[in-house]
């Protein structure tokens, strides 16, 4: 089993940042992705940004250019830089892991607020 666990988030003005954490816990495969969905009220889940085992990074067109994913091998997390947030990028935002086993896994969620 895996476990993920946020860490990050709260409440900014438009046009500033933040950066979610998200760590990995257990039996982590070689091959994995990792990444970020996010939820607003009265919508539905969808995909932030993700990267792979291998690197490879993908982002939703809504994100791209602002938001940039990036991870440490070593302590098994991975990071969500949010820059220039805009108050339709509220939502609460969940970690996710999967594998091939197959194997997934949610965090508990983070609520991102931008207001001014």
């Known amino acids: 089993q895996v476990q993920v666990v946020e860490s990050g988030g709260g409440l900014v003005h438009p046009g500033e940042s933040l950066r979610l954490s998200c760590a990995a816990s257990g039996s982590i495969s070689r091959i994995y992705v990792m990444g970020w969905y996010r939820q607003a009220p009265g919508k539905q889940r969808e995909l932030v940004a993700e990267?792979?085992?291998?690197?490879?990074?993908n982002y939703a067109d809504s994100v791209s250019g602002r938001f940039t994913i990036s991870r440490d091998i070593a302590k098994n997390t991975v990071y969500l830089q949010m820059n220039s947030l805009k108050p339709e990028d509220t939502a609460v935002y969940y970690c996710n892991y999967r594998d091939p086993k197959p194997w997934e896994s949610w965090g508990q969620g983070t609520q991102v607020t931008v207001s001014s």
């Open positions: 990267m792979s085992s291998f690197g490879n990074a």
